[in-house]
């Protein structure tokens, strides 16, 4: 229930908002569309910039932090959450230099340390 | 259990970096290498000077050239913007600008005078990069 929750249903929904909301086409859209034939509906989006280019990144980091807490259970959870963040900030800053794909943004890190200090809260409440 | 935890460890992550991967965009030559090459012409502010009755010149950056890379899926992969800071055309004319005459700042000054002869159309066609651009101009 925990992976369901916590990895797997973040995980899904950042990927759907990627595949159907997101203006420049993602490799897993090239994906779908040209080699499995498909016609994705770009869907006309008045969602503010911020769900569809931030949300997803914060989902991922949120399913990334919760995977590791689950990894080390016995570990304390806010280091497990910090390592987790400065993970995700160097996969941003791979992409400052160019080092794989995506576009830099400051905003995509602090929504990725949002996310995994939330992440931490939710361990902490339950 | 260490052991253990960091073999999983290393697979989750391996695991994300793909997914991360596969939500960013493809390279220029991901999927497709085909790539098109555009130009568009933007006006801007313009002003344009009558000069011995038969020939026009824009004066201080009016003309915003907008040079732009886009591959098969659409993505935009470059773009660039050009000033023409100043330069003569023939009205009814095409003419061949130079590169030269294209700059990247807004430095270029000289007197102008806004005139009411619009509208203006012209063709501009110049090469660059081995490919032939013909912009046509309405002003």
């Not at chain 1, 890190?109 to 949002?114: A, P, Y």
């Not at chain 2, 030559?29 to 313009?46: G, I, N, Q, R």
């Not at chain 2, 201080?60 to 899926?73: F, G, P």
């Amino acid at each position: 229930m925990y992976v369901l929750l916590h990895i797997f249903l973040p995980l899904g929904l950042g990927g759907v908002i990627y595949l159907l909301f997101n203006n420049a086409r993602t490799n897993i859209s090239a994906f779908v569309e040209q080699v499995l034939g498909l016609d994705l509906p770009l869907l006309d989006t008045k969602i503010p910039y911020f769900l569809i280019y931030q949300l997803p990144d914060a989902l991922w980091a949120y399913a990334f932090c919760a995977t590791f807490m689950l990894i080390w259970q016995r570990v304390n959870a806010a280091i497990i959450a910090f390592l987790s963040f400065i993970l995700c900030t160097f996969y941003e800053i791979m992409q400052y230099f160019d080092w794989t794909n995506g576009t830099f943004d400051v905003w995509d890190i602090v929504v990725m340390g949002v996310a995994c200090w939330f992440a931490y809260f939710t361990k902490m409440i339950k | 259990m260490k052991i253990k935890s960091f073999v999983l460890s290393v697979l989750a992550g391996g695991l994300f970096f793909l997914f991360a991967v596969a939500t960013s965009q493809p390279d220029e030559d991901f999927f497709s290498d085909v790539v098109t090459l555009s130009a568009d012409v933007a006006v801007v502010d313009t002003f344009l000077t009558l000069k011995n009755t038969d020939t026009l010149i824009f004066s201080n950056a009016n003309l915003t050239l907008t040079e732009m890379q886009v591959d098969s899926m659409g993505n935009t992969l470059s773009h660039a913007s050009y000033f023409i800071a100043e330069y003569t055309l023939s009205p009814g004319n095409t003419d061949t600008i130079p590169l030269s005459a294209f700059k990247n700042d807004l430095t270029g000054q000289g007197d102008s005078y806004p005139i009411d002869v619009f509208p203006v159309t012209f063709n501009i066609e110049f090469f660059q990069d081995n490919k032939f651009f013909n912009l046509h101009v309405e002003l």
